[in-house]
Structures are given as structure tokens and as C-alpha cells.
């Protein structure tokens, strides 16, 4: 068995620690989910922390970790016997990793379908969710989990209980567990039910001072050249963090949550506009621990600060775009305006058990950003982490080179996109960015025909959920059974066992799996017109805001999106294709604006990153939403070479939809022309508004009741 990294070497990260330690306290509080930059130790952490939980005792024999002092009374190896037994089994606690690509038999278990049909035996093999119970269930990158995967963690997290149906037969279990997911917001953020359903949230980051790197690189080195003998050296400062944890948890029921306490919680769920009742009682029961891990029976304002700042940050997001963090001057104002302490201020920090002085590299000075340091963290003042250096930040999207100058709508050259220089022009023609404006509801764009992509939202596809459409063999590991097939394949030989009430004969070749369709994700890539053209601030104000609109569309259904913008005879690759919709959206506020119209240039670059995507992720159908009033300027035929840039896409069945954003009384209709070559459909930014598409098919109807 692999030595894993002590929690007490993990330099720096005393949010994180803290967190974590509260939860192995009071498991009550809900887990933690771990936000932050790849390669900042956020799986080293969490993984060490399993070292310091208590033992569990279990029922001897039980495949479900049944308490014997409260065994499950359905537990599906039951029924056991209540009361403390003698001969229970002490293990140490799990830590259960749910890999972002299992099946949902492997979550929840699977029952041995011959068996049930055949014999009528309940033959359930127990699935992640009975492993986990009473322990910790540990999801890397959970914001690239599927959805249906999500919906069954969501319904455990909910009743503490798993339960398995398929065709008449059902199991259910107990299934209370830690959660705990890290993720890297670049790669996209996770469903508003879900990151609920976390109790706290961390932030984490690499530290820039190179002397805490460099502590890191050098405990790090140390621990792979010598796992065991790196363990011994921390054995001692682990010992009394399990202390620590054990005694924190024998405090717990005495320490008393005073009413001055509990209106400071409610008054700052309330100010910071919460929404529902679970960030009072997440913080409740988070400040609760902190006094316990303490050693204090009294709650204090410090413990109601602390748990604020863990609770609240990812429950107060508006909309998927907000960064997640809380206000600490507003919060210390309620704090202040708000209830008295319920008992004397501690005479100082408690830092907690503190590692070796000589461990690997020896000691690193404390480090202040402005923030108080979180006594209870125990170990290490804040540093970096464990993975090694974080990468350096990737270089952020040059807003592009100064182009020609943009006119306003209607000055002499607007309507091609030129200036009174020219495509030759200077940095004087560059038009700052303009604000985004009005978002609304946008209707539902889809791709045609039936795909098999990544479960999503958006459009048609067979997939593992949804309504049965039919039946056939099993590809592979059988799945959903569609019962009334397998019997009607089995019918012809059951006369070959020549004696009645024997039971159903099902032999594999019988077994049908159904065939569903539901909805997929699709990769969804704007190709955006930032030339002069559409350089009139009011008009680009509005196609920023239809096109944010889409972006929030496409993170409700669960797209990937790319971002293209053509400007100045050239496009560029704002966005290579993501999970990220929020950085999609961070690169179209800066979004400058001027020059000539290179149509064809933006076509063409978004067939190739097409090509490389269907590389990457064939399964993956895209949708090109191109953006723009249909202009094509500078270099040679311009408006022929954007002709057949479209033709290539529409045949490379790319599914296209081309959003009309010319304005003024005399429209040329030169983005519907462009939609004709693509294959696609055309809509104008009023069409692309789901309450306008509702209107028209409400007129329509009324049309042809009057008729």
C-alpha cells in the first residue's frame, strides 16, 4: 500500500486544512468542495486527511459498514441485531474515490439481472455510495461529473439512504458520507443544486513568494525519494492531530450556540441574500465545530466570522458568471451591528500541533497577506502546496493590434467597415470596448437529427437516460433491461424445460437492454464580428448582450463553447473549446471592436478548430452560431471567399445559425444570404428571445383559431 503525503507536512493552505478538520469533527457541517488552479496539492490534501479519522466499527460480515450500535434496519445483509456487539469489526475509515467517467451501476450498485428473472434472488453487488457510508466520498474535477450521475448524489446527500430499482426489484441502503470535490473553475463551474449541497468552499492558489516554493519543492522531493522514512518524521505531529480531532469530537455535544451567536448567523444569511435556510444551519453547525476545535463550550463572533467565510461565498452567486467570494468589511459591519459575545474573548491564538522543526528543509517564517491566519488549522502557516510549482498563469488574450478606424453607424465608410485611412490605419481608429449589454432568455438553438454525444441539455440523442424508443442486444455491459423484450426473446424455447411453474428460463442471448432517448451537450462555438462594421456602440452593446445570453444558455445545458472573433483582416481563437463558460464570457467583455470584415478568415478558422474538436471528442456534434451583419471586406473577392468558406462548413454538415445583427432602415439581408450558404437558419437578435418565440406562437395559434 502506497505511504500517503501527512496531512500535517502540507505547507500553507490553512483555509483548506481548516475546512477539511472541521468536517472530520462534525461531519454535520457537509462536506467541502476544494476550488482552485491545477497543481496546487488540492487531491494531496484530501487524500491525507483519511489518516486522521477515527476508526469506524462495523457489523462483522456487513458489505454496508452497519453501525452495531444502530444498525440499518434495511440493510440488504440484514437484519442484524442492535446494541454493541463484542465481535463487531474496527476499521479504519474510507476514503472512496468516484471517478468523473463511472457508470451509474458502479455509483448506486447493481443488481445480477439472470438471477432476479430466473430464481427470483435479490443478488445486489453493493456500488461507491455503500462504500462510502460512514466515511469520506471523494470526487477529482466534480465539476466534469454527468448529470445523471450528479441527480443520484444529490438524492443520497438528500436522504442518507441509496436506492436501486430495476424492474420490480429494489434495494435500499444507508449512505451518509463526507463529501468532498475539488475542481478548477477554468474547466467550468458546477450545478447550483449540487454546489449547495457542499457545506463550505475553499479557494486555493499557489503562493508567489519563492521561499515557500521552495519549502514546498523540497518536501515534496523529500517524500518521493523516501515515502516511509518521510511519514516517520511527521508521525509524531499526526499522532496529535488525531488526538486533537478525537477530543474535538468528545467536546462537540457541550458546546453551547448562545441566541447572540444565532442572530449573528441569521442577520448575515440574510444580508448577504442567501438563498433558503441551509447556509443558517451549515453555519451553525461549522461554528459550532469551530469552538469545539477550540476548545471553547462557547460560540463566539470570531467562530460565526470564520464560518461565514467558509459557508457563504458559493451560496451568494447571482448567476454563473459571478466570481464567488463574500465582502469581509460589510461582513464585519453586520457582524458588529448584530448581537454580543456569549462569553469572554480567548486569551490568544491556538496554532494548533505544529510539525517537526527539522522536518525535510526545516522551518518556513510566517507569512501575513492582510487576512488573519486561521489559528485552527494546525501545522504550517499559509504557503504552497504540495504538487510542485504551480504553473505559470497562462498569458491572457491580447485585445489585438491597433486596426483601422471604426465609424459610427451612418458616418461616411461605415456601412464596409472602413476609415478614412484605410485598412492602413492606426492605433487612432481602435475602439475601447463596450459594455455588455441587456441579458434575457434565449430560445433553444439545437443541432438536427439524433446524436450520441455527452449527456446534456440541448439536443436529441440516444442516451442512457430518458424515454425508451425501443430495444436491442446488449453492446457491451448490459444496461437498462427493457423486461417485456427479454421475456418476448426467451418465449420460443421455454417449452424445451418440459415442466410447468418452473420459472422463466433466460438465457443471456435473451437479455434485451432498451434503447432511450434523451438529451446531449453540444460543443457550441460563436464566431463573433468585431470588425468597423459593427463597431456602433449601442449596437455592439447589444449583440454582447445577445451573445452572453447564449453563453448563459449554453451553461444550463451543459455545452462546451469556443469563441471566435474576426476583425482587422484577421480571426483569432479568443477561446479554444471549454467547460468554462464563464471565461467565454470574460473574453467578450473585453472585446474591442474596429477595422475591416475578414468573414471568410473567421469561417475558415472555426472549420479548423471544428476539425480538431471532432478529433479530440467525435461524439461531441457542434453548433456554429456566428455572429455578425453579413459585411465581408479587405483582400482580394472578398465576399466570394467568405461563399465558399461557408459552402466548406455547410459540407462538413456543421449545424449553423447566423445571427443577424444589421441594423438601420436599409437592410442589405447579407446574413441571410451567408445562412443559405451555410445550410443553417437566420434569426435576428429580437428572434433569438424565447418570450418573443412564444409571442409569435401564441399569435400563430390564435391565427388558425379565428380561421
Same mark, same amino acid.
Given at each position: 500500500?502506497t505511504?500517503?503525503y501527512?496531512?500535517?507536512?502540507?505547507?500553507?493552505m490553512?483555509?483548506?486544512?481548516?475546512?477539511?478538520?472541521?468536517?472530520?469533527?462534525?461531519?454535520?457541517v457537509?462536506?467541502?468542495?476544494v476550488?482552485?488552479?491545477?497543481?496546487?496539492?488540492?487531491s494531496?490534501?484530501?487524500r491525507?486527511?483519511?489518516?486522521?479519522?477515527p476508526?469506524?466499527?462495523?457489523?462483522?460480515?456487513c458489505?454496508?459498514?452497519?453501525?452495531?450500535?444502530?444498525?440499518?434496519a434495511?440493510?440488504?445483509?440484514?437484519?442484524?441485531?442492535?446494541?454493541?456487539?463484542?465481535?463487531? $469489526?474496527?476499521?479504519?475509515?474510507?476514503? =472512496?474515490?468516484?471517478?468523473?467517467?463511472?457508470s451509474?451501476?458502479?455509483?448506486?450498485? !447493481?443488481l @445480477?439481472?439472470?438471477?432476479?428473472?430466473?430464481?427470483?434472488?435479490?443478488a445486489?453487488?453493493?456500488?461507491l455510495?455503500?462504500?462510502?457510508?460512514?466515511?469520506i466520498?471523494?470526487?477529482?474535477?466534480?465539476n466534469?461529473l454527468h $448529470?445523471?450521475?450528479? &441527480?443520484v448524489?444529490?438524492?443520497?446527500?438528500?436522504?442518507g439512504?441509496?436506492?436501486?430499482?430495476?424492474?420490480?426489484?429494489s434495494?435500499?441502503?444507508a *449512505?451518509?458520507?463526507?463529501?468532498?470535490?475539488?475542481m478548477?473553475?477554468?474547466?467550468g463551474?458546477l450545478r447550483p443544486?449540487?454546489?449547495?449541497?457542499?457545506?463550505?468552499?475553499?479557494e =486555493?492558489?499557489a *503562493?508567489?513568494? /519563492?521561499?515557500?516554493?521552495?519549502?514546498? =519543492?523540497?518536501?515534496?522531493?523529500?517524500?518521493? $525519494?523516501?515515502?516511509?522514512g518521510?511519514?516517520a518524521r511527521?508521525?509524531?505531529?499526526?499522532?496529535?492531530?488525531?488526538?486533537?480531532?478525537?477530543?474535538?469530537?468528545?467536546?462537540l /455535544?457541550?458546546?453551547?450556540?448562545?441566541?447572540?451567536?444565532l442572530?449573528?448567523?441569521?442577520?448575515?444569511?440574510?444580508?448577504?441574500?442567501? &438563498?433558503?435556510?441551509?447556509?443558517?444551519l451549515?453555519?451553525?453547525?461549522?461554528?459550532?465545530?469551530?469552538?469545539a476545535?477550540?476548545g471553547?463550550?462557547e460560540?463566539l463572533?470570531?467562530d460565526?466570522r470564520?464560518?461565514?467565510l467558509l459557508?457563504l461565498p458559493?451560496?451568494r452567486?447571482?448567476?454563473?458568471?459571478?466570481?464567488?467570494?463574500?465582502?469581509?468589511?460589510?461582513?464585519?459591519?453586520?457582524l458588529?451591528?448584530?448581537?454580543?459575545? @456569549?462569553?469572554?474573548?480567548?486569551d490568544?491564538p491556538d496554532?494548533?500541533?505544529?510539525g517537526p522543526? @527539522?522536518?525535510?528543509g526545516g522551518?518556513?517564517?510566517?507569512?501575513?497577506d492582510?487576512?488573519?491566519?486561521?489559528?485552527a488549522a494546525g501545522g504550517?502557516?499559509?504557503?504552497?502546496?504540495?504538487?510542485?510549482?504551480?504553473a505559470p498563469?497562462?498569458?491572457?488574450p491580447? /485585445?489585438?493590434?491597433?486596426d483601422?478606424?471604426a465609424?459610427?453607424?451612418?458616418?461616411?465608410?461605415?456601412?464596409?467597415g472602413?476609415?478614412?485611412e484605410?485598412?492602413?490605419?492606426?492605433?487612432?481608429?481602435?475602439?475601447p470596448?463596450?459594455?455588455?449589454?441587456?441579458?434575457?432568455?434565449?430560445?433553444?438553438l439545437?443541432?438536427p437529427?439524433?446524436?450520441?454525444?455527452a449527456a446534456?441539455r440541448?439536443?436529441?440523442a440516444?442516451?442512457?437516460?430518458?424515454?425508451?424508443t425501443?430495444?436491442?442486444?446488449?453492446?457491451?455491459?448490459l444496461?437498462?433491461?427493457?423486461?417485456a423484450a427479454?421475456?418476448? !426473446?426467451a418465449?420460443p424455447h421455454?417449452?424445451?424445460?418440459?415442466?410447468?411453474? *418452473?420459472?422463466?428460463?433466460?438465457r443471456?442471448?435473451?437479455?434485451?437492454?432498451a434503447?432511450?432517448?434523451g438529451?446531449?451537450g453540444?460543443?457550441?462555438?460563436f464566431?463573433?464580428d468585431?470588425?468597423?462594421?459593427?463597431a456602433?456602440?449601442?449596437?455592439m452593446?447589444?449583440?454582447?448582450?445577445?451573445?452572453?445570453?447564449?453563453?448563459?444558455?449554453?451553461?444550463?445545458?451543459?455545452?462546451?463553447?469556443?469563441?471566435?472573433t474576426f476583425?482587422r483582416?484577421?480571426?483569432?481563437?479568443?477561446?479554444?473549446?471549454?467547460?468554462? =463558460?464563464?471565461?467565454?464570457?470574460?473574453?467578450?467583455?473585453?472585446?474591442?471592436t474596429?477595422?475591416?470584415?475578414?468573414l471568410?478568415?473567421?469561417?475558415?478558422?472555426?472549420?479548423?478548430v471544428?476539425?480538431?474538436?471532432r478529433l479530440? &471528442?467525435?461524439?461531441?456534434?457542434?453548433?456554429l452560431?456566428?455572429?455578425?451583419?453579413?459585411?465581408?471586406?479587405?483582400g482580394?473577392?472578398?465576399?466570394?471567399?467568405?461563399?465558399?468558406?461557408?459552402?466548406?462548413l !455547410?459540407?462538413?454538415?456543421?449545424?449553423?445559425?447566423?445571427?443577424?445583427?444589421?441594423a438601420?432602415?436599409?437592410?442589405?439581408?447579407?446574413?441571410a444570404?451567408?445562412?443559405?450558404?451555410l445550410?443553417?437558419?437566420?434569426?435576428?437578435?429580437?428572434e433569438?428571445?424565447?418570450d418573443?418565440v412564444?409571442e409569435l406562437?401564441?399569435?400563430?395559434? &390564435?391565427?388558425?383559431?379565428? !380561421?
Amino acid at each position: 500500500m502506497t505511504t500517503r503525503y501527512p496531512f500535517t507536512a502540507v505547507v500553507g493552505m490553512a483555509d483548506l486544512r481548516l475546512a477539511l478538520l472541521l468536517n472530520a469533527v462534525s461531519p454535520a457541517v457537509g462536506g467541502v468542495l476544494v476550488r482552485g488552479e491545477k497543481g496546487t496539492a488540492k487531491s494531496t490534501a484530501v487524500r491525507a486527511l483519511t489518516e486522521l479519522l477515527p476508526a469506524v466499527r462495523t457489523v462483522p460480515g456487513c458489505r454496508f459498514s452497519c453501525d452495531p450500535a444502530a444498525p440499518d434496519a434495511q440493510c440488504p445483509d440484514g437484519p442484524h441485531e442492535a446494541g454493541a456487539s463484542a465481535s463487531s $469489526d474496527l476499521r479504519p475509515a474510507r476514503m =472512496v474515490e468516484l471517478p468523473v467517467g463511472a457508470s451509474e451501476d458502479r455509483l448506486v450498485g !447493481a443488481l @445480477d439481472i439472470e438471477r432476479a428473472l430466473a430464481d427470483g434472488v435479490k443478488a445486489f453487488e453493493p456500488g461507491l455510495l455503500a462504500e462510502a457510508h460512514r466515511g469520506i466520498l471523494y470526487v477529482d474535477e466534480v465539476n466534469l461529473l454527468h $448529470d445523471h450521475l450528479v &441527480d443520484v448524489l444529490l438524492d443520497a446527500a438528500a436522504m442518507g439512504a441509496s436506492h436501486v430499482e430495476r424492474e420490480g426489484v429494489s434495494v435500499t441502503h444507508a *449512505s451518509r458520507f463526507l463529501l468532498v470535490g475539488t475542481m478548477n473553475p477554468e474547466e467550468g463551474e458546477l450545478r447550483p443544486q449540487l454546489l449547495d449541497r457542499f457545506g463550505l468552499t475553499v479557494e =486555493v492558489a499557489a *503562493s508567489r513568494d /519563492p521561499e515557500q516554493r521552495v519549502e514546498v =519543492v523540497r518536501r515534496r522531493l523529500a517524500y518521493e $525519494d523516501d515515502p516511509e522514512g518521510f511519514a516517520a518524521r511527521w508521525a509524531d505531529a499526526e499522532q496529535e492531530m488525531r488526538e486533537r480531532i478525537a477530543a474535538a469530537r468528545a467536546l462537540l /455535544p457541550q458546546v453551547r450556540l448562545g441566541d447572540s451567536a444565532l442572530r449573528r448567523i441569521a442577520a448575515t444569511c440574510a444580508e448577504f441574500e442567501v &438563498d433558503g435556510m441551509r447556509a443558517d444551519l451549515v453555519m451553525a453547525r461549522t461554528a459550532t465545530a469551530l469552538a469545539a476545535w477550540a476548545g471553547r463550550t462557547e460560540v463566539l463572533a470570531e467562530d460565526v466570522r470564520q464560518a461565514a467565510l467558509l459557508a457563504l461565498p458559493h451560496r451568494r452567486r447571482r448567476n454563473p458568471f459571478d466570481a464567488p467570494g463574500l465582502d469581509e468589511d460589510k461582513l464585519d459591519r453586520v457582524l458588529e451591528e448584530h448581537g454580543e459575545d @456569549d462569553g469572554p474573548e480567548p486569551d490568544g491564538p491556538d496554532d494548533g500541533p505544529q510539525g517537526p522543526d @527539522d522536518g525535510p528543509g526545516g522551518g518556513v517564517p510566517p507569512q501575513r497577506d492582510g487576512r488573519e491566519e486561521t489559528p485552527a488549522a494546525g501545522g504550517e502557516p499559509p504557503a504552497a502546496e504540495q504538487d510542485g510549482p504551480a504553473a505559470p498563469e497562462a498569458p491572457q488574450p491580447s /485585445p489585438g493590434e491597433a486596426d483601422a478606424g471604426a465609424q459610427p453607424e451612418g458616418a461616411p465608410g461605415a456601412g464596409s467597415g472602413e476609415s478614412a485611412e484605410g485598412a492602413g490605419g492606426g492605433a487612432a481608429g481602435e475602439r475601447p470596448a463596450a459594455p455588455t449589454g441587456e441579458t434575457f432568455r434565449a430560445r433553444t438553438l439545437t443541432v438536427p437529427g439524433l446524436g450520441e454525444g455527452a449527456a446534456g441539455r440541448r439536443s436529441r440523442a440516444r442516451t442512457a437516460h430518458g424515454r425508451t424508443t425501443g430495444s436491442r442486444r446488449p453492446q457491451g455491459a448490459l444496461g437498462k433491461l427493457h423486461l417485456a423484450a427479454t421475456v418476448q !426473446a426467451a418465449a420460443p424455447h421455454q417449452h424445451a424445460r418440459g415442466r410447468a411453474g *418452473s420459472g422463466l428460463l433466460v438465457r443471456r442471448d435473451d437479455l434485451r437492454e432498451a434503447v432511450r432517448e434523451g438529451r446531449e451537450g453540444n460543443l457550441v462555438l460563436f464566431v463573433v464580428d468585431a470588425s468597423g462594421s459593427m463597431a456602433a456602440r449601442q449596437r455592439m452593446s447589444a449583440v454582447k448582450g445577445a451573445v452572453l445570453s447564449l453563453l448563459l444558455d449554453a451553461y444550463q445545458r451543459r455545452d462546451k463553447v469556443g469563441l471566435i472573433t474576426f476583425r482587422r483582416g484577421e480571426a483569432e481563437v479568443a477561446l479554444p473549446p471549454t467547460s468554462s =463558460v464563464d471565461a467565454a464570457a470574460a473574453r467578450l467583455e473585453s472585446l474591442p471592436t474596429g477595422g475591416r470584415t475578414p468573414l471568410a478568415a473567421g469561417l475558415l478558422r472555426a472549420r479548423e478548430v471544428l476539425r480538431v474538436e471532432r478529433l479530440r &471528442d467525435p461524439a461531441r456534434r457542434p453548433l456554429l452560431v456566428t455572429v455578425t451583419d453579413g459585411r465581408a471586406t479587405g483582400g482580394p473577392e472578398p465576399v466570394v471567399r467568405a461563399r465558399k468558406a461557408a459552402q466548406l462548413l !455547410a459540407a462538413d454538415g456543421t449545424a449553423s445559425v447566423v445571427v443577424d445583427c444589421e441594423a438601420g432602415y436599409v437592410r442589405l439581408g447579407l446574413a441571410a444570404e451567408l445562412a443559405a450558404h451555410l445550410g443553417g437558419e437566420a434569426v435576428t437578435l429580437d428572434e433569438l428571445r424565447a418570450d418573443t418565440v412564444s409571442e409569435l406562437v401564441r399569435h400563430a395559434t &390564435d391565427t388558425r383559431r379565428a !380561421a
